[in-house]
């Protein structure tokens, strides 16, 4: 029985693998994607455009502006002295963000009356807005405080002290780059199971495999090999990228993120099998791989976090693979979480991974046209 | 309507006209320096077996493709310069007849009337014509992809018919389409031809279809052989073709003696004996003593076997085949191996086998006749364990289906229709796998794997990828892969489709050899002839069997004073008509 | 019959290849459930599924000695939507809580907050956020410190005096005043999921018609080869349209987004997108003439570009300019601009002039590219 389940296996490598165009479209858009996609998919940003209007001519205002200037995450690029110039500017997304000082400025800040700054953003893109006022907000508060403390002012009643663990500096990347590692490795699995059965009906060599005295178990066992071990070796490739190139830390066990992953694959491969023999035609396979992949990625919590969805779709994304490896990965990533902390990510996915094979296995004899 | 001057009497002329395909960097030479000429009138065939570069003949007079080499003359016009213009005057028929299956008849020839330009004044008229001809008058409303294969090819027909062309290309259009059918499609060609003065090349791989043609052009491996009337080229065998018939022996058997024999040329069964076309008629101790020798009229496919023969060097195949079915052949050959009791199959409320009982003795060579949907495939899908019965029972090797398939499977081999392959895998590759699919390791299975190189003359090819092998190569290895395991019984789907006279006549020696090592042989076919190779055969149509019996019994049964001794095609015609025509 | 009349008639031809693709969409519903069914569940989905809106996140708040004054901050909190705060005895409690998942942040006053507060001093406060998610932490810190600023002028409001910041921001969000996530994101979902209902609808017709052999019946008729692409353009750019009006409308009535420009304007947008969208699908099916690859190629070129490049979600700005210039290759780029304009912020020509033109651009690119690639020959 091992030998004939190796014999297979084999057989969907070589089939999988000698196709000099299979092999490239298997290998190499996931690596272009991973590189792309890591440097594209940012939330931080850098170089935000904006306009100052200084209505003031004193130094606390110029002082004030020189903390822009000084940010890395603010470029100015236009500097303008009517208020009617604002819109244009906003308007066709030359800025994002115009700082305003009145004129009254300076001699508010000298009597020691609070001085009003006005920031204008624009709010086209909410989370983009929200991202530049809080880089502004920073800057002010840092001047406020070097202000207070040279004019020997109280400080506030309260005055908070914020801290992020496990990412002090908040970069994003490093909450993306794991998330890519969890999609790319579900896309290639997904393609590489998604059309096997489908391709081997629509050629006729299926009936050929079923009347042999393979049995259904055994099938899904040598169909389900490939799928896994190309996941695992590609996971793997990109996970060296991560660390390696884009120096995300790795604070957890190796062992934990491997079993996470095999589960994960586990169940990818099954839901891919699953879709596989439930079309007759390739196209349908292509067509339900697509199905269960987009929604997978964007109710995945890779971009947008679960818990900002509606309850009724919160629930949907239990059925979702990803959604628990992508805990897993960013846990061992970047919390160093320990196997018991993430028990409750894993056996989800085993769950899903033995019901859906076991449903492909059974409709490998049990579809027909 | 008013028709350019006739530029000349030819319609269509190749000069010396070459085509090679490039895939990635093998460079395929599809045809070499090919040159000939249709007058106007008639009906040419394009004959030659498969790869032999008919379609790519078909698609360049098309304008479809270009000519790497030479120059194509359509109707006057040069096809390289002025495709548009030939494609405007001339119909052309694809292997595929080119339907969209899911418009109405009538929505097909709307579509294609639009296409070609033909006002909305003359339509009437022509739909009239063309309904009548091809009778789907009752069935205009009714989806393309519903019409049966004949009525398909029919359709395909009316559809380049719209506008009326000067020069008809018909690409295989008999393919796969029962030989009613066949009938009524070469009935209305002749009507074209002789009503429209219309030209018609078409190209076939049925030998005797060349028999109706005005003039053949043979092509084998992208050169024309010969070119002329199919009566000349028979000619040449005249005196060489022989009808042999004797009492005491098996036609099976006086079929394999005869081909063995020195001079033979070809041996097919034929009625109830075999035709011979030998350059030796009498050589020592071949004949049985009881045998009767006839001259017999020469006939097309005599000389183009002995065209190809001479072309390949033919090989010779004899004597049981060593090292299958050891297992069967003490049994009692009263048992029947495969029985079937009342089989059906249903689709939704499609019935696609109804009722269907037979049995198969062990050693028989069983056959499944009938056109493409007459429910063969899914009796033999049923029987292999594939698809469960909706009713009835189905007993294989002793096992009822319904409740041990997986017990019946070890004991079956399965060759499927287009011969399912691994095809980016090399012959050895796949012979490998299929070995450790039924359980053989180490040793034995490096064994087994060698038999099958040698005894299906693979080993040349072991390392070549099946894909890119010639169909005949195919065919062999599938059967290969089918008899890993030494199967009892086999079943063979449609195993010579496609494949040129040649491959099917060794592949049938092959079958002959399994059958008398005891392998038990169930096929089937839609090549009439080859029903006669076996020893028993059921003739199914909309999924019912019409006739079971012996070759000889089911053709006695169409036997009447008009024809006494009916072709194995003739019967089947008569026994299909004798139906209830299909209501509209 | 000659030649010229045959090529004259045009439009008869012409007009039987879109009866017969049309007719072929309807007997074939795949075809229609793309255009008209994926949008309204992709949007619908997505649409209340995608969101950066965080609300009610759970934090752990550790006050260890509660008093008036930690219960005066602290209800800024409770009253707060943004917040649900977990009242947790010590760190030790908190901090397990925030390694679990349960909790996103921490507040943790100190023991003498109110002893400080009243003192007359500063008292510290500590915030702790998961950095896991940085924009999601960046969020919650965000919200901590507006509620903490409210607090403070609350306090110094009901104190009788003003607050003592020496500059305060005056935020003033154009657009989007509440900050929705959903009228950016809805938008902007629009061109990704009709990027991809484009692409699907064309990127399998023509390998089909390669496939079924129905092609090469098609090419020994009179019919020029624009014809063909003609035919199948007009049919599918209309389905497209019925799909994208019916995203549009569900949008503005459903999810509530703004529309401040000009539905025309929209309209011809809209259209140049689907003209480019369905030309990259003509082009790959061009291309492939075999379904399986089209769609391959299909899924790895339209949405996951679209979702990642198109600064649909992922600020454009902030990306290195090599992959900057690589977004100039993706269609839905140019119409998120257009999108997020025209439904935000009204009819800004000098933005959408030039993203429309972009669109004409690349539309012409991809048919001139599929004019190329078809010739009337099956090589």
Same mark, same amino acid.
């Given at each position: 029985m091992f030998k004939r389940i190796i014999a297979l296996a084999v057989k969907e490598f070589l089939a999988l693998l000698k196709d000099k165009k299979?092999?490239?479209?298997?290998?190499?858009?996931?690596?272009? =994607?991973?590189?792309?996609?890591?440097? $594209? $998919?940012?939330?931080?940003?850098?170089?935000? !455009?904006?306009?100052?209007?200084?209505?003031?001519?004193?130094v606390a205002a110029r002082n004030l502006l020189a903390g822009f200037q000084g940010s890395k995450n603010f470029r100015r690029v236009a500097r303008i002295d009517r208020s009617g110039q604002i819109a244009p500017l906003i308007d066709r997304k030359q800025v994002l963000l115009v700082v305003h000082i009145g004129p009254q400025f300076s001699r508010d800040l000298a009597l020691g009356r609070p001085a009003p700054l006005q920031l204008l953003v624009d709010g086209r893109n909410s989370n983009t807005a929200m991202l530049t006022l809080n880089y502004a907000r920073d800057i002010v508060d840092h001047f406020n405080r070097r202000w207070s403390a040279a004019h020997q002012l109280a400080p506030p009643p309260v005055r908070l002290d914020i801290r992020a663990?496990?990412? !002090?500096?908040?970069?994003?990347?490093?909450?993306?780059?794991?998330?890519?590692?969890?999609?790319?490795?579900?896309?290639? $699995?997904?393609?590489?199971t998604s059309l096997s059965v489908a391709r081997e009906r629509e050629q006729g060599t299926f009936d050929q495999l079923l009347v042999t005295p393979l049995r259904p178990t055994e099938i899904l066992i040598g169909k389900a090999l490939p799928g896994f071990l190309i996941g695992l070796f590609e996971a793997s490739l990109i996970m060296m990228a991560a660390v390696f190139w884009f120096a995300i830390p790795m604070r957890g066990r190796l062992l934990v993120l491997y079993l996470g992953l095999a589960l994960f694959l586990l169940s990818v491969v099954g839901v891919g099998l699953m879709i596989s023999s439930l079309s007759v035609t390739q196209q349908q396979g292509l067509l339900g791989a697509f199905l269960f992949t987009v929604p997978a990625i964007i109710l995945s919590g890779f971009a947008?976090?679960?818990?900002?969805?509606?309850?009724?779709?919160?629930?949907?994304?239990?059925?979702? !693979?990803?959604?628990?490896?992508?805990?897993?990965?960013?846990?061992?990533?970047?919390?160093?979480?320990?196997?018991? =902390?993430?028990? &409750? =990510?894993?056996?989800?996915? $085993?769950?899903?991974?033995?019901?859906?094979?076991?449903?492909?296995?059974?409709?490998?004899? &049990?579809?027909?046209? | 309507m008013t028709r350019p001057r006739e530029p000349g009497a030819v319609v269509l002329e190749f000069r010396d006209v070459g085509k090679t395909f490039h895939a990635g960097k #093998?460079?395929?030479?599809?045809?070499?320096?090919?040159?000939?000429?249709?007058?106007?009138?008639?009906?040419?065939?394009?004959?030659?077996?498969?790869?032999?570069?008919? @379609? @790519?003949?078909?698609?360049?007079?098309?304008?479809?493709?270009?000519?790497?080499?030479?120059?194509? @003359?359509?109707?006057?016009?040069?096809?390289?310069?002025?495709?548009?213009?030939?494609?405007?005057?001339?119909?052309?028929?694809?292997?595929?007849?080119?339907?969209?299956?899911?418009?109405?008849?009538? *929505?097909?020839?709307?579509?294609?009337?639009?296409l070609q330009g033909v006002s909305h004044g003359e339509r009437a008229q022509r739909y009239r014509e063309l309904m009548h001809m091809t009778g789907l008058a009752p069935f205009t409303t009714r989806l393309a992809a519903r019409l049966s294969g004949g009525m398909k090819q029919k359709l395909g027909l009316a559809c380049t018919l719209v506008r009326a062309p000067r020069l008809l290309l018909l690409d295989e259009p008999t393919v796969g389409v029962d030989p009613v059918s066949r009938r009524e499609l070469w009935r209305i060609i002749d009507r074209l031809v002789e009503q429209e003065g219309m030209s018609v090349l078409l190209s076939t791989a049925y030998l005797d279809e060349a028999e109706r043609c005005g003039q053949v052009v043979l092509l084998h491996q992208g050169d024309v052989l010969q070119q002329g009337a199919p009566g000349a080229l028979s000619e040449r065998m005249a005196g060489r073709s022989y009808q042999v018939t004797a009492a005491g022996i098996k036609p099976r058997a006086l079929q394999q003696r005869l081909a063995a024999a020195p001079g033979a040329i070809d041996a097919v069964i034929h009625g109830d004996g075999v035709r011979w076309v030998t350059d030796q008629p009498a050589p020592e101790g071949v004949l049985p003593p009881d045998a009767r020798v006839t001259a017999a009229a020469p006939r097309f496919e005599d000389s183009f076997i002995a065209l190809l023969q001479t072309l390949d060097g033919g090989r010779r195949i004899e004597g049981p085949m060593a090292g299958v079915a050891a297992a069967g052949v003490k049994a009692a050959p009263a048992a029947p191996v495969i029985e079937v009791r009342r089989a059906q199959r249903r689709f939704g409320d499609f019935y696609a086998v109804r009722d269907v009982s037979f049995d198969v003795a062990q050693g028989e060579v069983f056959g499944l006749l009938g056109a493409n949907g007459a429910g063969k495939s899914t009796t033999f899908r049923m029987l292999c364990g594939l698809l469960p019965a909706s009713a009835g029972s189905l007993r294989v090797a002793g096992v009822d289906l319904r409740h041990a398939a997986a017990a019946a499977r070890a004991r079956i081999g399965y060759m499927s229709q287009k011969f399912s392959l691994y095809g980016n895998l090399t012959v050895r590759q796949n012979l490998k796998f299929f070995s450790s699919a039924y359980n053989l390791t180490g040793k034995p299975r490096e064994a087994r794997i060698a038999w099958a190189l040698e005894e299906f003359d693979l080993a040349a090819q072991a390392e070549a990828v099946s894909l890119d092998l010639p169909l005949g190569y195919k065919q062999r290895l599938?059967?290969?892969?089918?008899?890993?395991?030494?199967?009892?019984?086999?079943?063979?789907?449609?195993? @010579?489709?496609?494949?040129?006279?040649?491959? #099917?006549? *060794?592949?049938? #020696?092959?079958?002959?050899?399994?059958? *008398?090592?005891?392998?038990?042989?169930?096929v089937t076919t839609h090549f009439m002839e080859e029903a006669e190779y076996c020893d028993r055969l059921a003739i199914m149509a909309a999924g019912e069997i019409l006739a079971l019996g012996a070759p000889a019994e089911i053709k006695a049964r169409a036997a009447s004073a008009a024809n006494p001794t009916p072709s194995m095609e003739e019967a089947f015609i008569a026994l299909i008509e004798a139906q209830p025509v299909e209501a509209a | 019959m000659t030649t010229s009349a045959a090529r004259g008639g045009w439009r008869m031809r012409l007009r039987g290849l879109i009866r017969k693709e049309f007719r072929q969409i309807v007997r074939d519903p795949s075809s229609i459930a793309i255009a008209f069914l994926m949008p309204v569940a992709l949007l619908l989905l997505f649409g209340y599924g995608i969101s950066l809106d965080a609300e009610e996140v759970p934090v752990a708040l550790v006050a260890p000695q509660p008093s008036a004054a930690s219960a005066s901050f602290t209800s800024a909190f409770y009253g707060s939507r943004y917040f649900a705060p977990r009242p947790m005895p010590d760190m030790a409690a908190a901090e397990a809580a925030l390694m679990a998942g349960r909790v996103d942040g921490i507040i943790r006053l100190q023991g003498n907050f109110a002893r400080r507060l009243e003192g007359g001093g500063s008292a510290p406060v500590q915030v702790i956020v998961n950095g896991v998610d940085a924009n999601n932490a960046r969020m919650i810190s965000g919200y901590v410190q507006s509620t903490w600023a409210n607090w403070l002028a609350q306090r110094a409001q009901a104190a009788g005096g003003e607050l003592d910041m020496p500059v305060q921001v005056e935020p003033r969000i154009w657009f989007n005043g509440e900050m929705r996530s959903r009228n950016f994101l809805v938008p902007g979902?629009?061109?990704?999921?009709?990027?991809?209902?484009?692409?699907?609808?064309?990127?399998?017709?023509?390998?089909?018609?390669?496939?079924?052999?129905?092609?090469?019946?098609?090419?020994?008729?009179?019919?020029?080869?624009?014809?063909?692409?003609?035919?199948?353009?007009i049919p599918y750019f209309v389905l497209g349209t019925g799909g994208m009006l019916l995203a549009v409308g569900m949008a503005v009535f459903l999810f509530d987004v703004p529309l401040r420009g000009s539905l025309w304007v929209l309209l011809i947008c809209s259209s140049l997108f689907l003209l480019a969208a369905l030309g990259m699908g003509l082009l790959i099916s061009t291309i492939a003439r075999n379904q399986f690859v089209a769609g391959q190629v299909a899924i790895i070129a339209t949405f996951l570009p679209a979702f990642i490049l198109s600064g649909f979600i992922f600020d454009i700005g902030s990306m290195p300019w090599a992959l900057r210039g690589i977004t100039h290759l993706i269609a839905a780029r140019y119409f998120v601009a257009i999108l997020q304009t025209v439904f935000l912020a009204g009819d800004v020509w000098p933005v959408i002039l030039p993203n429309a033109l972009a669109l004409l651009l690349m539309a012409a690119l991809f048919f001139g590219l599929v004019r190329r690639n078809s010739r009337k020959r099956l090589e």
């Open positions: 299979s092999r490239f479209v298997i290998i190499v858009p996931p690596l272009v =994607q991973l590189f792309v996609f890591s440097y $594209a $998919a940012t939330y931080d940003l850098n170089r935000v !455009p904006y306009a100052v209007y200084n209505e003031d001519r004193g663990w496990f990412n !002090p500096n908040l970069v994003s990347r490093w909450f993306i780059v794991p998330g890519i590692v969890g999609l790319l490795t579900l896309v290639v $699995a997904i393609m590489v947008t976090p679960i818990a900002n969805m509606p309850r009724a779709v919160q629930y949907l994304t239990l059925l979702n !693979p990803l959604r628990y490896f992508m805990v897993v990965l960013r846990g061992v990533f970047l919390e160093g979480a320990p196997f018991s =902390q993430l028990a &409750h =990510q894993l056996w989800p996915m $085993a769950l899903i991974g033995v019901t859906s094979l076991m449903l492909a296995g059974w409709l490998f004899r &049990h579809r027909m046209y | #093998r460079a395929v030479v599809a045809l070499r320096q090919v040159a000939f000429t249709l007058r106007p009138g008639g009906v040419t065939g394009l004959i030659g077996p498969d790869g032999a570069g008919k @379609t @790519t003949v078909m698609r360049l007079a098309a304008g479809l493709l270009a000519a790497d080499a030479g120059q194509i @003359t359509v109707l006057g016009l040069d096809v390289a310069r002025d495709a548009l213009a030939v494609q405007a005057a001339i119909g052309y028929m694809p292997q595929r007849f080119g339907l969209y299956e899911d418009l109405t008849v009538q *929505e097909n020839l709307d579509l294609y009337a639009d599938a059967l290969a892969c089918a008899l890993m395991h030494g199967p009892g019984i086999l079943f063979l789907d449609e195993p @010579t489709s496609g494949v040129d006279p040649l491959a #099917r006549r *060794e592949f049938w #020696r092959r079958i002959n050899r399994l059958a *008398e090592s005891g392998v038990t042989v169930m | 979902l629009i061109a990704v999921i009709m990027t991809l209902i484009g692409a699907l609808l064309t990127a399998l017709v023509m390998a089909r018609e390669w496939e079924r052999g129905t092609m090469e019946a098609l090419m020994v008729t009179p019919v020029a080869i624009r014809e063909i692409l003609l035919g199948k353009l």
